[in-house]
Every structure is written in structure tokens, then in C-alpha cells.
């Protein structure tokens, strides 16, 4: 009987997580959204509204289950990136990121985007499987970032991502195809509403 009951309530905690992930993809673009097509622009004001900005942009991507979030895809043209470093790392906040070394070696993996669909519309996608990334924090401080495997395939998308570039750019023609397939009824949805 307990065991039901825990059942229950897992439920009920997972129907409003569900909810909570809805409301936070509402609020993220979708594509074809043309910003998500604009490449930002870099911070110059450390100022309290960045710091509200990463604060945002991180309650959001944890809300929406994403790994990683760009401030391009809030409709906020500027170089700032959130993202999770590892799965119980902290939320890793960077202004002004470039990538100084990308690593030769490459790999395929499957990727969804936030902006696409969240995880339904998943795309493989070649990276490479090591990068060095300077930015800065919220607080101006230089930050330098050697990742390797997911950390810098999540890296690469949200720099991708402040430059315009989706997965869709990036993957096979048949893939692309396919996933065009499967976002066209839903922005026929969004033109009628
Ligand atoms: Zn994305």
C-alpha cells in the first residue's frame, strides 16, 4: 500500500515537472524563429541586468531539462552561454565565450536542440571531441575551459548557437529532411494560432 501511494506521488511530482518543462519551452524560440538565425553581439556592461539574465537563463534550462542554453535563444542577441558541465555540476554561466583550440579529432552524436522541438527532433551531428574556450564570468573574471566528450560537444552547440548556426546545419541531408519533416506540422499549428 505504501508503495502505491509513493507510486502516486511520484506521479503527481513528475505531471507537475512536466508542467513546470512545458512553461519554460514556452519561453525559449522555436524554430523557424528568425532570431535564432543572428549572431550576437558582445557584453560590455557587467551589470546586474547580465547577472538577471544568467540567473534567468539558468532556471530555465534546468526547468526545460536542457544541458545548455544561449541567450540568442530567449530572443537575446548577446554572447552569453549557460550550460552543465558534467551531471551534477553546477550551472556554468559564460559572457563574451570563444572557442581558441578545437581539437582535430571529430565524432558523431545524436543532438537535440531546445529550439527544436526540445528532444523530439533529434539530429546526428559530427564535432569535435575536444575545445578550449576562453570567456569570461558574469563578475568579468577570465575563465578558460579545456573540455572533452559531452562538455565540449555542449560548448560547441551554444557557441553555435550565438552565431546563428543550428544542428540542422550541421547533419546529413537525409536528417535534415527528416527533422524538417517532423517540425512542419507543428509550425502550421503555430501559424493558425
Ligand atoms: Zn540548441
Same mark, same amino acid.
Given at each position: 500500500?505504501?508503495?502505491?501511494?509513493?507510486?502516486?506521488? #511520484?506521479?503527481?511530482?513528475?505531471?507537475?515537472?512536466?508542467?513546470?518543462?512545458?512553461?519554460?519551452?514556452?519561453?525559449?524560440?522555436?524554430?523557424?524563429?528568425?532570431?535564432?538565425?543572428?549572431?550576437?553581439?558582445? !557584453?560590455?556592461?557587467?551589470? #546586474?541586468?547580465?547577472?538577471? @539574465?544568467?540567473?534567468?537563463?539558468?532556471?530555465?534550462?534546468?526547468?526545460?531539462?536542457? !544541458?545548455?542554453?544561449?541567450?540568442?535563444?530567449?530572443?537575446? @542577441?548577446?554572447?552569453?552561454?549557460?550550460?552543465?558541465?558534467?551531471?551534477?555540476?553546477?550551472?556554468?554561466?559564460?559572457?563574451?565565450?570563444?572557442?581558441?583550440?578545437?581539437?582535430?579529432?571529430?565524432?558523431?552524436?545524436?543532438?537535440?536542440?531546445?529550439?527544436?522541438?526540445?528532444?523530439?527532433?533529434?539530429?546526428?551531428?559530427?564535432?569535435?571531441?575536444?575545445?578550449? !574556450?576562453?570567456?569570461?564570468?558574469?563578475?568579468?573574471?577570465? !575563465?578558460?575551459?579545456?573540455?572533452?566528450?559531452?562538455?565540449?560537444?555542449?560548448?560547441?552547440?551554444?557557441?553555435?548557437?550565438?552565431?546563428?548556426?543550428?544542428?540542422? #546545419?550541421?547533419?546529413?541531408?537525409?536528417?535534415?529532411?527528416?527533422?524538417?519533416?517532423?517540425?512542419?506540422?507543428?509550425?502550421?499549428?503555430?501559424?493558425?494560432?
Amino acid at each position: 500500500m505504501a508503495e502505491v501511494e509513493g507510486q502516486v506521488r #511520484d506521479e503527481k511530482l513528475d505531471a507537475e515537472r512536466e508542467a513546470r518543462r512545458q512553461i519554460a519551452l514556452a519561453q525559449v524560440r522555436q524554430y523557424p524563429d528568425p532570431v535564432l538565425r543572428m549572431a550576437a553581439k558582445e !557584453v560590455e556592461e557587467f551589470d #546586474d541586468a547580465l547577472r538577471g @539574465l544568467v540567473d534567468r537563463m539558468g532556471r530555465l534550462m534546468q526547468e526545460a531539462r536542457g !544541458v545548455g542554453l544561449a541567450a540568442t535563444q530567449i530572443g537575446i @542577441l548577446q554572447r552569453v552561454l549557460v550550460y552543465l558541465p558534467a551531471e551534477e555540476a553546477p550551472v556554468t554561466a559564460l559572457v563574451n565565450p570563444r572557442a581558441v583550440t578545437t581539437g582535430e579529432e571529430l565524432e558523431a552524436a545524436d543532438e537535440g536542440c531546445l529550439s527544436l522541438g526540445s528532444a523530439t527532433v533529434v539530429v546526428p551531428v559530427e564535432r569535435a571531441t575536444t575545445l578550449t !574556450v576562453e570567456a569570461l564570468s558574469p563578475l568579468r573574471e577570465p !575563465v578558460r575551459i579545456e573540455a572533452e566528450g559531452l562538455e565540449a560537444r555542449v560548448l560547441q552547440h551554444e557557441l553555435d548557437h550565438l552565431e546563428g548556426i543550428l544542428t540542422l #546545419d550541421r547533419t546529413t541531408p537525409e536528417a535534415r529532411r527528416r527533422a524538417l519533416g517532423e517540425l512542419r506540422p507543428r509550425s502550421v499549428l503555430g501559424s493558425i494560432a
